[in-house]
């Protein structure tokens, strides 16, 4: 988990350039379009955004990176940059969303809820949250590690950015702005060690 921390800290430290990533990636490209970095042994990471919503947020660049820890649970990190002066200071809901991201904001469909979270877990402990507060210069970071193991046939296929925080009792947080694609199903798993005798 160090050199995905490691990874994101040099991301903010460096304007959002992740030149400590151990391979090279290629550079932001435009909405539409996919930019997926192969999953590094212990991570899988991914930039963008893969569309952009909101014209204002043209600027706004993206990444995401997962890693899958003991017991099944996923730790998942957001990074924004680039986000317009206005927002500066503000908080965002960000939301890990069913399906794949596409020119309609609708296609990324519903938050992923963990079909695994007992009966009762609050919409926090069932779901993906990556809330983000929006720090001067344009830059953001946020982490979630899941509440509950994650199934390896996971149905979470995006990261998509809101236009306001997240309520906390309905899970909304107001229009789509942007949307990164990402298959969850694709972190790369620790191998189960198991001992002899």
């Given at each position: 988990m160090r050199s995905l921390l490691g990874v994101i800290a040099a991301a903010v430290a460096l304007g959002g350039t992740f030149a400590s990533a151990p391979a090279p990636?290629?550079?932001?490209?435009p909405p539409g379009s996919r930019a997926a970095v192969p999953p590094r042994d212990n991570h899988l990471l991914v930039r963008g955004p893969t569309y952009v919503y909101n014209r204002a947020?043209?600027?706004?660049?993206?990444?995401?990176?997962?890693?899958?820890?003991?017991g099944g649970r996923a730790t998942v990190v957001f990074v924004v940059t680039g986000m317009p002066r206005s927002t500066w200071g503000r908080r965002f809901g960000v939301h890990v969303h069913t399906n794949r991201c596409g020119r309609d904001p609708a296609a990324a469909g519903p938050h992923y809820a963990n079909p695994r979270a007992p009966r009762g877990a609050t919409l926090a402990e069932r779901e993906i949250w990556l809330d983000v507060r929006v720090l001067p210069g344009g830059i953001g970071v946020s982490r979630h590690t899941s509440t509950y193991p994650l199934p390896s046939d996971i149905q979470a296929n995006s990261v998509v950015l809101h236009a306001q925080p997240t309520n906390t009792v309905t899970g909304d947080a107001g229009a789509r702005v942007l949307c990164t694609t990402i298959s969850l199903a694709n972190i790369p798993r620790p191998a189960v060690s198991r001992s002899r005798g």
């Open positions: 990636a290629p550079s932001p490209t947020y043209a600027g706004a660049r993206t990444t995401v990176a997962a890693y899958a820890g003991r």
